[in-house]
């Protein structure tokens, strides 16, 4: 009974705390915008868009920029820091190169930092803090938008052999700091999902474990803390899309290692949020959540949170495609079988690595009862039809562009035959997908891997076309998507 009255009182310590803390959240989150980086607007950004940034932060006496290493391909490692507190946060970014969503909401904090509002709030921090941030650890992994560095390396699990300069950078910074609190900051899948639920896990989280049986010191424990906050922060603007990463060791890990050396580290994971291609959305959730964590740091609130709140947080699980299709009638050698359809609608890089185009696939397909979807299309007592190819050859991307697109989708094509495709054609700008003079179709054969272009009849007319693997009602008034495919 003790023992419970205890936990009741830390738990009604902790929704006091958080109403404390809630107040600087709100603010923060509704003046968003006018501190938001905006020559950071996408998520294909390069060590080079950085360098203005990190030039004018070097001019301002309220910070220090510091050249903490160099990349395998010759780009600067920087460390920004700002306060003069004993206690110190470290937070770095973008050690696999495809994942910038934090490093973008690391200069929107850094503007907030700089600006004169928030005075009492920023003295709490500044004075009791000492901020100091790593922002793209992985450069060349960003100028290529991959995962790991020029190496092959992924330099998350470079903890021990440290074989990469990037780990031995981190390292080396993280020892010179003895940083109190380490904000290990990363982009995850869209396709993950909050456990047993259709939300995406938007933001996922992880107190690293230290040790293979998953002990819990007082370093762990308080990290478990400072994400128990922020969960209930992001509660209130993304309800039910926060996430929790299996906490299995992983002794090559950075997280799990920098946990055992003594900073108490949060793992943040940022996912999928719907119609955010950009990530602006979670950028934002990050800049808030993160400076909100920073905030009751240096107050020390998050002393009295309870433990046990963290194990609470659903786990992360993998079960969303962008488009799932539901109980579809589909027609094979002469049956009607029903069948559910995930689809993932695929990027593609152009080369440079500033943008992209779809190249989308049937992900699985069956039952998929137990998946969900950021779209989802009911489609009982509708039935699979193959698309066909526009009978007229057309001569070039003029004439293509004079077609009727509704008209041509509403008879059910959904190829047109080009005579001539202009040689740097990589994708078509229509809802159509455009083919060569001599190319053939291929028969309609649903299987994980191939391009999802069909369309779905009701009571025998064509009310859908899926081309590309975006889903068009054939009623509406415009039909577009963001790219075809060119099969020449």
């Known amino acids: 009974m003790k023992n419970l009255i205890i936990l009741f009182l830390a738990f009604i310590c902790f929704i006091v705390l958080r109403g404390q803390d809630g107040n600087i959240t709100t603010q923060l989150f509704d003046t968003y915008e006018a501190y938001k980086e905006d020559t950071l607007n996408k998520r294909r950004i390069k060590h080079q868009d950085l360098q203005p940034l990190l030039a004018a932060y070097t001019q301002n006496s309220k910070f220090k920029v510091t050249k903490v290493g160099t990349s395998i391909g010759g780009k600067s490692l920087n460390l920004i820091s700002i306060g003069t507190g004993t206690t110190d946060v470290f937070l770095w970014s973008q050690m696999h190169g495809d994942e910038p969503t934090a490093s973008q909401a690391i200069f929107d904090i850094l503007n907030f930092l700089d600006s004169p509002d928030f005075e009492s709030e920023k003295e709490a921090i500044l004075s009791n803090l000492t901020v100091h941030f790593l922002p793209m650890l992985n450069p060349d992994g960003a100028e290529l938008f991959q995962r790991r560095n020029l190496l092959g390396v992924d330099i998350n699990r470079d903890a021990l052999r440290l074989q990469s300069p990037e ?68 509660q209130k603007y993304a309800p039910g899309q926060v996430g929790r990463y ?211 009849e009701k009571n025998g007319k064509l009310t859908h076309a899926v081309i590309n693997g975006f889903l068009l009602d054939l009623e509406s008034d415009t039909l577009e998507i963001p790219n075809s495919m060119i099969f020449r």
Do not use: C
Request: no cysteine; glycine share 6%; net charge negative.
């Open 167 to 234: 780990s031995q950078t981190l390292k080396r910074v993280r020892d010179s700091l003895e940083a109190d609190f380490g904000f290990n900051l990363h982009d995850q899948s869209t396709y993950y999902n909050a456990e047993r639920t259709e939300k995406p896990a938007t933001i996922s989280f992880l107190a690293p474990a230290y040790n293979y049986e998953k002990d819990i010191n007082e370093v762990r424990g308080n990290a478990m803390k400072i994400i128990v906050f922020m969960n209930s922060i992001l």
């Open 246 to 456: 299996n906490d299995d060791f992983e002794p090559r890990a950075f997280g799990d290692n920098i946990q055992k050396w003594g900073t108490s580290t949060i793992l943040i994971e940022s996912g999928g949020y719907p119609e955010d291609t950009e990530k602006q959305e979670i950028r934002k959730l990050n800049y808030v959540s993160i400076l909100s964590a920073i905030f009751t740091i240096a107050k020390e609130n998050y002393k009295d949170i309870p433990i046990s709140e963290y194990e609470k947080i659903p786990e992360n699980d993998r079960k969303l495609f962008d488009l799932k299709i539901v109980s579809a009638s589909y027609e094979l050698m002469g049956k009607k079988y029903l069948i559910d359809l995930g689809i993932n609608q695929v990027e593609v890089d152009y080369e440079g690595h500033n943008d992209f185009w779809y190249s989308s696939r049937i992900w699985d397909q069956g039952d998929l009862s137990t998946y969900y979807g950021y779209e989802t299309f009911d489609a009982n007592e509708f039935t699979i039809r193959t698309a066909q190819v526009y009978p007229k050859l057309v001569a070039n991307m003029d004439d293509l562009k004079a077609l009727d697109s509704k008209t041509v989708l509403r008879q059910g094509f959904g190829y047109v035959r080009l005579k001539s495709i202009p040689k740097a054609a990589l994708n078509a700008p229509f809802p159509f997908h455009i083919i060569g003079e001599n190319f053939q179709t291929p028969e309609l054969i649903l299987k994980p891997g191939i391009n999802p272009t069909f369309f779905l």
